[in-house]
C-alpha cells in the first residue's frame, strides 16, 4: 500500500486510542463515516499474545469486553479496573478460606465416623427381616452396615425383572 493511500485513509477514517487495561492492551475506536456505530478494536501487547486470548488461555477484563461490544457506552477506568482486581483477589482469598474450613470439618467429621474396636459387635438379623420381600424397593439395611440407609436401586431391579412392557391404564382425578 503506498504512504499517500495510507495518509488518505488516516484522514478519513480517524483511529482514536480509548485507554488500555492493566495487561498493556490498548483499546481504540474507529469512527463510522455515516454517523452510525463506531468500530472498537483491542491491539493486544505482544502479537502473539492475540493467539493466548482466543484459545481461552486468557480473557480480557470485563468492562473492557462490555466496552467492545457495546454494552456499555463508556470504556472503564483505570481506578475501576484496579478495583475489579482488588474484589477478584478478595474473593479467591475468602474461597480458599471457606475450602480449608469444610477440608478441617470433613476431616472431623470422618474422625467422628470412623468405626471404633467396641461399636462393631455383630449382630443377628431378626427373622423377621430375613421373611420381607425385597421387590417392594425398600431395602433393609444390613447388620454390618450400622446405620447407613441403602437406597433402591433401579439398575439391579431391570437386570432381575423382565424387560416385557406391563399393561397400565390411567386413573380419572376426582375433584
Do not use: C
Not at 482469598?93 to 462393631?120: F, G, T, V, Y
Not at 424397593?137 to 452396615?145: F, I, R, S, T, Y
Amino acid at each position: 500500500m503506498s504512504i499517500v493511500r495510507r495518509l488518505w485513509q488516516r484522514i478519513l477514517k480517524p483511529t482514536y486510542f480509548v485507554g488500555k487495561d492493566m495487561e498493556g492492551n490498548k483499546y481504540f475506536e474507529h469512527p463510522n463515516a455515516n454517523n452510525g456505530r463506531s468500530k472498537r478494536t483491542v491491539k493486544y501487547r505482544k502479537n502473539e499474545d492475540m493467539w493466548t486470548y482466543v484459545a481461552s488461555g486468557k480473557r480480557l477484563p470485563v468492562q473492557w469486553s462490555a466496552w467492545l461490544t457495546h454494552t456499555r457506552p463508556d470504556p472503564p477506568s483505570i481506578e475501576e479496573l484496579q478495583a475489579d482486581l482488588t474484589r477478584q483477589r478478595r474473593v479467591k482469598l475468602n474461597a480458599a478460606i471457606l475450602e480449608a474450613k469444610d477440608e478441617a470439618e470433613r476431616a472431623h467429621r470422618e474422625k467422628l465416623e470412623a468405626p471404633s474396636h467396641h461399636s462393631q459387635i455383630k449382630t443377628q438379623p431378626s427373622l423377621v427381616s430375613q421373611n420381607v420381600p425385597r421387590d417392594r424397593g425398600l431395602e433393609l439395611p444390613e447388620p454390618d452396615q450400622g446405620s447407613k440407609v441403602q437406597t433402591r436401586d433401579p439398575w439391579a431391579e431391570a437386570l432381575k425383572g423382565s424387560d416385557e412392557p406391563r399393561s397400565w391404564t390411567p386413573v380419572a382425578r376426582k375433584r
